[in-house]
């Protein structure tokens, strides 16, 4: 089946304003995860879903952060108020029975 | 936390030629150890791990080593090819499985 999907590819946003990003997960995986990985560094970890709750959340930096998964598969990033330091590429992955976590292509958040 | 150090942060080896790249963690409680390569624009992919009941892992050119007492552990790569070219992360697992806390990377260049 498809690997892990994200949408939009590329995100260019003004200070400021909201953004939504999407995670499509391989179908029966019910583990999702949320990085940030910003240049010439590794993913930094954010959240984990499994199922649809948020089972650990340590990683969000701030409340403009914010992640839902309502129906325990597809999930949603919103960063409110967004910042320039926002700027990253958004990783989304997924694992199923075993720990290995597959990643997404990622989302290029550009904030001006 | 868990903090990962990875050494050295760009590694250059003649094609053919054995690569070694090392990290170290903190947190004498994880015990899970996955390595990823990340090609350029692309998103990383898990090519070998370890857990901490072993002390040595191999796949074809690919092992990795893991010491639980100084904590720390190393991506061996033999036989190098053009193809190994990537920045390659470690990671341990944090307070559970699920999270896992990346290294900075090493960008792996191979010499033809």
């Known amino acids: 089946g498809a690997g892990v999907s994200q949408t939009p590819s590329n995100k260019v946003t003004e200070k400021g304003k909201y953004v939504e990003l999407r995670c499509d997960p391989i179908s029966g995986h019910t583990a999702l995860y949320w990085y940030r990985q910003s240049l010439g560094q590794g993913p930094e970890f954010l959240i984990y879903f499994q199922g649809t709750g948020a089972a650990d959340d340590s990683g969000l930096p701030n409340d403009r952060f914010f992640a839902v998964r309502p129906e325990g598969s597809v999930s949603t990033l919103k960063i409110q108020r967004t910042e320039r330091g926002d700027s990253a590429v958004y990783l989304c992955?997924?694992?199923?029975?075993?720990?290995?976590?597959?990643f997404g292509p990622g989302t290029r958040l550009t904030v001006l | 936390g868990e903090n990962v150090e990875q050494h050295p942060s760009t590694l250059s080896v003649q094609e053919g030629d054995s690569a070694v790249i090392k990290c170290t963690y903190s947190d004498s409680a994880s015990n899970y150890f996955p390595w990823y390569k990340q090609e350029l624009g692309k998103r990383p992919q898990l090519i070998i791990d370890i857990r901490s009941n072993v002390g040595e892992k191999k796949d074809q050119r690919i092992a990795v080593t893991l010491n639980k007492t100084a904590k720390h552990f190393s991506l061996h790569i033999t036989e190098t090819q053009p193809e190994d070219s990537a920045v390659y992360f470690c990671?341990?697992?944090?307070?559970?499985?699920?999270?896992?806390?990346w290294g900075a990377g090493t960008k792996l260049i191979i010499k033809p």
């Open positions: 990671a341990a697992s944090g307070h559970s499985n699920y999270q896992l806390i």
């Open positions: 992955a997924s694992a199923g029975a075993g720990d290995e976590q597959f």
